[in-house]
């Protein structure tokens, strides 16, 4: 994959649909053959082994915004979204329950929501 140019007119409305697709091909290729498809070579290593993933690209996230490099943000961002998505699927899980929660917290100040579950002592 590329790492050239950050093209902002590619996110359309039907950005959604892109987590929506890709979470219909991680489903299909999940008992596929791993020498032939990725997404099946991990789930057939299991669960530790994705979330190594997801340790190994957040920390990428980390080191790129440290750096401030704009394009490998978005690189290895979608690196982490990617392997979150085998996380979200291997427990029967899909980018609409991730999206139907942040819908839930929308208009509800963050501030807000943490003071009324830590009340202070
Ligand atoms: N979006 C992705 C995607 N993002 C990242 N990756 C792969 O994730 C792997 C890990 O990336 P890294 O850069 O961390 O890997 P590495 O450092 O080179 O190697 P390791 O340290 O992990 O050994 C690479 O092989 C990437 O190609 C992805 N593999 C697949 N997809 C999607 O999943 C679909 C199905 O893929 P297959 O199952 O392979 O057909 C594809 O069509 C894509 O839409």
Do not use: C, N
């Amino acid at each position: 994959m590329s790492t050239d140019a950050i093209d902002p007119s590619a996110a359309t409305a039907t950005s959604q649909d892109v987590l929506a697709r890709l979470a219909e091909v991680i489903a299909a290729r999940r008992d596929g053959d791993p020498d032939k498809s990725y997404v099946a070579r991990l789930f057939r290593k299991g669960t530790d082994s994705m979330l190594k993933k997801v340790g190994e690209e957040a920390t990428e996230v980390v080191i790129a915004a440290k750096d401030g490099q704009r394009e490998q943000i978005v690189y290895e961002m979608a690196d982490l979204w990617f392997h979150s998505m085998i996380v979200l699927a291997q427990f029967d899980l899909t980018p609409a329950d991730v999206l139907a929660e942040l819908q839930r917290r929308e208009g509800l100040s963050g501030l807000q929501e943490f003071a009324q579950r830590s009340p202070k002592t």
